[in-house]
T-cell receptor, first 113, second 113 residues
Framework: AQSVTQPDIHITVSEGASLELRCNYSYGATPYLFWYVQSPGQGLQLLLKYFSGDTLVQGIKGFEAEFKRSQSSFNLRKPSVHWSDAAEYFCAVGAAGRRALTFGSGTRLQVQP | EPEVTQTPSHQVTQMGQEVILRCVPISNHLYFYWYRQILGQKVEFLVSFYNNEISEKSEIFDDQFSVERPDGSNFTLKIRSTKLEDSAMYFC???????????FGPGTRLLVL
């Protein structure tokens, strides 16, 4: 069965600073990988996804993520964080032949002025 | 942009009561899902639904739960006899195909007293 680990429960960065949120997955084959963002009281909004091809994927709101098979990682990055990026970020993995997404426990991002 | 909608946004019920959570998936999507997120915990998969039948379900989705697509637009989750531990945010999602991106609704927060 697949699993997802987000090692950082809570991260605080200053506005304008760069950001990297870590995600490690466990799955025997090539996974389908997603990053979702959840603002307080809101649903889950898709930031970006990786299915195949180019390992560096671009998403909305200036986010990008890189799939590294050798490290079983799919870290999310943003070069310059805005106050509106404060939210909870979830990494999720899907597997071929299965409908269920497996989510990580999330990383709460706080942005300092 | 099309989106998944859910009603109600909040529901409070007494233990042992039946609740029905409603979702309107994106109109051209064929796969539908329910997930839940207990406060402070991971988002967990409950069930997926395609062609008027359950295609996959988790261990959480026991006999107390059922899903239905009663008409061409709605997708419902019924909990027959709610327990305290059913208190959670319930998310509906839909996708065009089984391996495409799942788009999530804003959620229904269920509180069982």
């Amino acid at each position: 069965a697949q699993s997802v680990t987000q090692p950082d429960i809570h991260i605080t960065v200053s506005e304008g600073a760069s950001l990297e949120l870590r995600c490690n997955y466990s799955y025997g084959a090539t996974p389908y990988l997603f990053w979702y963002v959840q603002s307080p009281g809101q649903g889950l909004q898709l930031l970006l996804k990786y299915f195949s091809g180019d390992t560096l994927v671009q998403g909305i709101k200036g986010f990008e993520a890189e799939f590294k098979r050798s490290q079983s990682s799919f870290n999310l990055r943003k070069p310059s964080v805005h106050w509106s990026d404060a939210a909870e970020y979830f990494c999720a993995v899907g597997a071929a032949g299965r409908r269920a997404l497996t989510f990580g426990s999330g990383t709460r991002l706080q942005v300092q002025p | 942009e099309p989106e998944v909608t859910q009603t109600p946004s909040h529901q409070v019920t007494q233990m042992g009561q039946e609740v029905i959570l409603r979702c309107v998936p994106i109109s051209n999507h064929l796969y539908f899902y329910w997930y839940r997120q207990i406060l402070g915990q991971k988002v967990e998969f409950l069930v997926s639904f395609y062609n008027n039948e359950i295609s996959e379900k988790s261990e959480i989705f026991d006999d107390q739960f059922s899903v239905e697509r009663p008409d061409g637009s709605n997708f419902t989750l019924k909990i027959r006899s709610t327990k305290l531990e059913d208190s959670a945010m319930y998310f509906c999602a839909s996708s065009e195909s089984g391996m495409e991106t799942q788009y999530f609704g804003p959620g229904t927060r269920l509180l069982v007293l």
